[in-house]
Nanobody
Framework: QVHMVESGGGLVQAGGSLRLSCTASGGSFSRSNLAWFRQGPGKEREFVAAIAWDGRNTYYADSVKGRFTISRDDPWNMLYLQMNGLKPEDTAVYYC?????????????????????WGQGTQVTVSS
């Protein structure tokens, strides 16, 4: 059983930055596809960013492209999301997720069903 924990959320003004972190216990990120999703008030959970198991490919939702950067540090079992130029519409609970099966090749990186372990989430609030 992989237990994942996010941190780094908080309150920030529009235009500001935050860096979210995610770590795992009971398992390793190595060779796992990883992702960030978010769920805003009254909204469904939506894809934010993903990084393939080998770190060679990253994927972003159009709404965050150019502002957010996903990265991983496998030796430390860490996943990050650097968020710059934050907007009020980025307000949400942010979740990290892992596809511990390490699906190779083409995979549905933006679908929640791809990922088998999730964190509890960290709140990000952006004020205008």
């Amino acid at each position: 059983q992989v237990h994942m924990v996010e941190s780094g959320g908080g309150l920030v003004q529009a235009g500001g930055s935050l860096r979210l972190s995610c770590t795992a216990s009971g398992g390793s990120f190595s060779r796992s596809n990883l992702a960030w999703f978010r769920q805003g008030p009254g909204k469904e959970r939506e894809f934010v960013a993903a990084i393939a198991w080998d770190g060679r490919n990253t994927y972003y939702a159009d709404s965050v492209k150019g502002r957010f950067t996903i990265s991983r540090d496998d030796p430390w079992n860490m996943l990050y999301l650097q968020m710059n130029g934050l907007k009020p519409e980025d307000t949400a609970v942010y979740y990290c997720a892992t596809d511990s099966r390490g699906t190779k090749g083409t995979y549905s990186y933006n679908q929640p069903s791809t990922y088998d372990y999730w964190g509890q989430g960290t709140q990000v609030t952006v004020s205008s």
